[in-house]
């Protein structure tokens, strides 16, 4: 189960380097900070998969909890969500070190 974990944490380090390059390059070519929101990089990607979890949120958890993804996590930049997803999939995969050291029996 760690290794699920370990890779997409590494596939969602990818696409958050991805992302904030692409927003680095959007930067310096317009001259101003050009950060693209999670929501938009989503609607180019898949947009019937985003109003599906909008409505399943709404069902689950009810309408606040949906006013509050769509406040707090749409508009975020989509580098530092797929960062931060990372670090989550990180933290969760990870596997403590012996405390008896590496050669222990």
């Known amino acids: 189960m760690r290794l699920i ?8 380090l990818c696409l958050g380097v991805i992302a904030g390059s692409v927003d680095s ?5 317009a001259s101003q900070i050009s950060l693209t929101p999670v929501e ?5 990607l898949s947009p019937s998969s985003l109003s599906a979890l ?4 709404e069902s689950q958890l ?8 769509a406040g707090l996590v749409l508009p975020q930049p989509a580098f530092a969500a797929l960062l ?3 670090l989550l999939f990180w933290m969760i995969g990870y596997k403590k070190p012996s405390p008896a050291g590496r050669f222990a029996a």
Do not use: C, K
Request: aromatic share 12%; charged share 5%; glycine share 6%.
């Open 5 to 12: 974990f370990r890779v997409l944490s590494f596939l969602a």
């Open 25 to 29: 390059i959007a930067s310096v070519s």
């Open 40 to 44: 938009a990089a989503w609607m180019d």
């Open 54 to 57: 909008q409505g399943l949120i």
């Open 62 to 69: 009810g309408s606040a909890a949906s006013t509050a993804f």
């Open 84 to 86: 931060a997803l990372s």
